[in-house]
C-alpha cells in the first residue's frame, strides 16, 4: 500500500467492529506490583511479540498475560470485572456489539477514560466513534480488518481452480471443488462468532449496495432485518452450504480445526477476516494465502467488503497498577508497538504515518477501502449486544435444522426495537 495514502485509506473506513478473535492458549496470571502488570487479551499469535517488546523497554516489568477464544473470552470478562478480579488490560471491541464491547462496559465504569492519552485525538473520526462512550475514549484500537475469502493457492494450483469472480461462478467454483473431494472454505462454527463471517460478507453486497442507509433507516424505524435484502443474504448462504461450499459438519468444527483445513490444503480457502492470514502462515510458513472479496451478486463492481476497526485494548477502571496499564495501552498505539500487531496480525494500523507496509495477501482490501467500497462489520452501531447473540445462536440453529432464516431475523428484529 502506498504510505502517502493510508490517512485516506483509514478515513475511508465507516470503522465498526467485528470478533476478531483467536483460540489457546494461556501464560502465568497472578498478583500485581508495581512492575508487574496482569492482561487478558483475544489476541493469541500476536500479542506475544508486542509484551516481549513492552518488557525490553521496560526492564524489571512482567507481564502477566492470559489468552483465550473470543466466546470464552466475552462470557467471563464482565463476570471478572463486575467481582473485582479482572486484569489491569483486557481487549476490548469497538462499539456496542457484543459483551466486550466499548459502549457495553463503559456504561456501568468499568473502563478507566483514556482521552486524554497522547494518541487519542489522533484517531480518525470513524474509528474514534466506535472507541468513545459519551464523548469519552476508552478504547485503544490499534488496527482496521477486513473481511473476504481467503484463498490457499498451492491448493488452488493443485485442484485446478481459480477463485470465483461472480455469484455464479462461486456456486460452480464450489462444487468443482466439492468434486475434487478438498471443499472450497473451512468453516468452523463450533465458535458461534465464526458463524457471522460469511454472512457479513454477503450482507456487505447485498445490503448495503443497494441500501446504503441501510443502519440509519434501522435507527428510524424505517426497515427491519425480516423486511429486507438480509433475507437474500441468508438464502444465499443456504444456498452456499447446499452447494457443497464447506466442509462437512460445519458445526462440529472449531475455528482452530477450520484453520489448519485452509493452511493445509484440505480446503481451498476459509471466508474469514484478514487475521486468519497470519495464523494460516503459523501452521504452514510456506504458504500463499490471498484475500479477496466474496462474491455476491454477478456484477463484480457491485461487490463491497465489511472494513472497520478491530478489537483494542482498554484499562480496568479498578486495575491494580493503572500507571503500568497506561504506559503498555500508550505502547501499543505506539509506532512500534501498533506495526508489531497488524504486521503479525496481517492487517492495517489505525493511526497514520507508522511507516507500515501491507503485507500483498492485502493488496485487493487495500483497493477497495481505498475506491470507499466497504461498509461497516454489521454489528458495532446495533442498540444492544443481545441483537449480535441471537444472530449468532440462530445461525447455528438453522445449520442444525432447528430454525429457519426468517424466525432468526424475527428475533433480532424483536431484540433491537428493544433498544439499549
Known amino acids: 500500500m502506498n504510505r502517502p495514502r493510508l490517512s485516506v485509506l483509514i478515513a475511508a473506513l465507516t470503522a465498526t467492529g467485528v470478533l476478531a478473535a483467536c483460540s489457546g492458549g494461556t501464560n502465568a496470571a497472578g498478583g500485581s506490583s508495581s512492575t508487574t502488570l496482569t492482561l487478558a487479551s483475544v489476541d493469541q499469535g500476536s500479542i506475544e511479540g508486542v509484551v516481549k517488546a513492552f518488557e525490553k523497554d521496560n526492564p524489571g516489568v512482567d507481564v502477566r498475560f492470559t489468552t483465550s477464544g473470543a466466546d470464552q473470552y466475552q462470557q467471563q470478562i464482565r463476570t471478572k470485572l463486575a467481582s473485582g478480579t479482572a486484569p489491569d488490560v483486557m481487549s476490548v471491541w469497538p462499539g456496542n456489539g457484543n459483551p466486550a464491547a466499548t459502549y457495553v462496559l463503559a456504561k456501568p465504569g468499568y473502563l478507566l477514560d483514556l482521552s486524554h492519552r497522547p494518541w487519542a485525538d489522533r484517531l480518525p473520526a470513524a474509528v474514534k466513534t466506535v472507541s468513545e462512550y459519551q464523548g469519552k475514549t476508552y478504547n485503544a484500537v490499534f488496527g482496521l480488518n477486513g473481511i473476504g ?75 427491519t432485518f425480516a423486511g429486507s435484502a438480509w433475507t437474500t443474504a441468508l438464502a444465499k448462504y443456504e444456498e452456499m452450504q447446499k452447494a457443497g461450499c464447506f466442509q462437512k459438519n460445519p458445526l462440529g468444527t472449531s475455528y482452530e480445526a477450520s484453520q489448519e483445513l485452509a493452511a493445509t490444503g484440505k480446503t481451498l ?152
Open 149 to 223: 475469502a481467503v484463498y490457499n493457492q498451492d491448493a488452488l494450483d493443485k485442484a485446478g481452480l481459480t477463485p470465483p469472480g461472480t455469484w455464479t461462478q462461486l456456486l460452480k467454483f464450489c462444487r468443482d471443488a466439492s468434486a475434487k473431494k478438498t471443499p472450497a472454505f473451512a468453516l468452523g462454527i463450533q465458535d458461534n462468532w465464526v458463524t457471522q463471517i460469511a454472512l457479513y460478507a454477503l450482507v456487505a453486497t447485498t445490503v448495503y449496495g443497494p441500501a446504503p442507509d441501510f443502519d440509519k433507516k434501522m435507527q428510524a424505524g424505517q426497515t
Open 269 to 420: 480457502g476459509i471466508i474469514q477476516g484478514n487475521w486468519v492470514v497470519a495464523l494460516l502462515k503459523g501452521k504452514n510458513p510456506s504458504g500463499n494465502f490471498t484475500l479477496k472479496a466474496l462474491p455476491a451478486t454477478d456484477t463484480s463492481s457491485e461487490f463491497l467488503m465489511p472494513a472497520a476497526a478491530g478489537a483494542g485494548y482498554g484499562v480496568n477502571a479498578k486495575a491494580k497498577n493503572k500507571d503500568l496499564a497506561l504506559k503498555f495501552v500508550d505502547f501499543v498505539m505506539s509506532p512500534e508497538g501498533m506495526n508489531l500487531f497488524v504486521k503479525k496480525q496481517g492487517g492495517l494500523p489505525a493511526l497514520p504515518d507508522t511507516g507500515f507496509t501491507a503485507d500483498p495477501s492485502l493488496t485487493e482490501l487495500s483497493t477497495f477501502i481505498n475506491d470507499g467500497r466497504t461498509v461497516p462489520f454489521m454489528d458495532q452501531l446495533w442498540p444492544n449486544p443481545k441483537v449480535q447473540q441471537t444472530m449468532l445462536s440462530g445461525l447455528q440453529e438453522i445449520f442444525s435444522g432447528q430454525s429457519t432464516p426468517e424466525k432468526m431475523l424475527q428475533a433480532m428484529d424483536a431484540d433491537y426495537k428493544a433498544g439499549a
